[in-house]
């Protein structure tokens, strides 16, 4: 049990570095940067109207207090880390008067929900495709499964994405392309709702998989197809153990602690994946938040959209290296 | 190392394949530099032409022969793969000797900032980087940003092989014939890691290409300079599929899965051939 706390305590303390470096990072990046988010905040209030130049010069000093920007670097970063803490990042701008924080939010269910849904199938079809087709090497089917889902591996979660809205959407529309629910329903606990939304997640969460699936299925095989060759694996046949036995509990299980481990280290690429994917499909979580924040100049959201990416893919990350131990009996006695 | 290279023409059916797929993409996007135009420039030719024997790829509606703008997009490309490759290596190669031969505590700060930067979200960084740069983003900065995020799975790989070395006969002989730390690192364990640096450096190029195309097809960098990402990025903002001109998009995604595949499968097949520890690397992001 000591061995555990230990892991977990030095897993804790990644987990917060991770999320000091990450936005402390961020600050430095928006602090240094040559633009000015006072003087475009300005400048797209200006192009819509014909603001008088005392009227311009006193939004200038509200922005300019609202951002902080004119006190020097320290006093700024222990602002931004104080507000931080109280979840406040200002208000959005697109969407104003709206906190940052609440449009985040608001994505966030959909992003976790996508992210969520498509990593479990992803790794547990994966693994066990990729296991199945480490033991049974002469297996037809699995040779098959395997060329297609390396195929789909090394493209870009951006084109899987685009190839798969051009086919449902131009040469086969069945399956809705855009949005997070039909226009016609209302969000609530209702059947009608949720099916919807299924429905309406289907198509972003199939091309996350499609891109998914190759990385799990090949390394699963690779770890299964050298453990197969170890002697009490042997052993174990020679003795008569039942095979489904041999398979699950001395070959998947063992080959299953670097997988988890390795599931730690993709999180953040599947994140970065899920919202790129989440922006193709017009899905209302938080990616296409960030590119919308992006294109209005939205200053606050596309801060406030970092710091909880970063913070959520630390915690994730996180949640997953707690699963190893239960996993690996030689972390808990380390 | 010519030898290596016959063998696996030889027996490894998937590095012939990547091979063919790679070498139609570089000589494609080697073509460009005998471009009759200057692919940057709109309306040379006539638009929204289907593919015929004049225009191979057709022209796209900004008047762009595609043949030419795509050579230009690809070459730009690559280049820009190899840029963030070469530049992330050097960090790896560097981080991954030091840490696996030094040990200690310089081993266990360089993991740990190893484990921060794996665990950063990327793509996020990468628009808030163009959301404080705007113009000034242009593709020599992203190689930068990105190089500086691509190298920490391959730092570790890079640890692991050295951490062998640095117990090995060799290494003892050289420390004693006085052979200095740096000398050690790059002389002897260099070598080593080698076939390791080609092989991440294949999945490095596919990840950062992909990067590139889809920052550009939000248009979150220099959408002027023809990439792969802004041929798809003008396509799309000229609505290609829906007007009919399907040569814009189609052409460039079957060239895009060809090049990925090509690279993906040399990276594949040079690491079946070095190690299959390298597996990692290949996973998911």
Redesign the interface.
Known sequence: MNGYLVFVGKRALLMFAVIFFGISAMFLVTYLSPIDPVEQVLGRLSARSNLSPEAIASTREALTAMFGTGQPMHVQYWNFWTRLLQGDLGASLMAFPTPAMELVMRGMPWTLGLLLTSTVITFVVGNLMGGLAGYFQNNRFFKAFGIVTMGLQPIPYYIVAFIILIIFGFLWPVLPISGGFSMDVRPSWTMPFILSVLQHSLLPAFSLVLVGLGGWFIGMRALVSNIVTEDYVTYAELAGVKRETIVSGYVMRNALVPQVTALAMVIGGVFSGTIITEQVFNYPGMGSLLVDAVNAGDYSTVLAVCTVSITAVAFAIFIVDLLHPLLDPRVRTE | MFAVFRDLIRYNLEFTIGLVLVGIVAIFAALSFFSPVDPTLIYMAIPDQPPSAQYWFGTNSRGQDLFWHLSAAFRNSLMFGITVAVLSRIISITVGLAAGYLGGWVDRILM?IN??F????????L????????N?MDSFTMALILACFGWP?DARLIRSVALGLKHREFTRHAVFAGMSTRKVLLEEHLPYVMPIVFSTFMNNM?WS???E??LA??G?TNINNPTIGTV?YWANSHSA?VVGTWWW?VIP?IL??IT??G??LLA?SMNEYID?RS??R????
């Open positions: 740990f484990d921060i794996v665990a950063v979200p990327i793509f996020p960084i628009v808030l980087f163009y959301f404080v740069l705007r000034n799975f596919l290409i992909g990067m195309v889809t097809v939000l979150f798809l599929m998009i995604v895009i899965v990925f595949l690279l993906f594949v299959p597996r990692l290949r996973m998911g992001a």
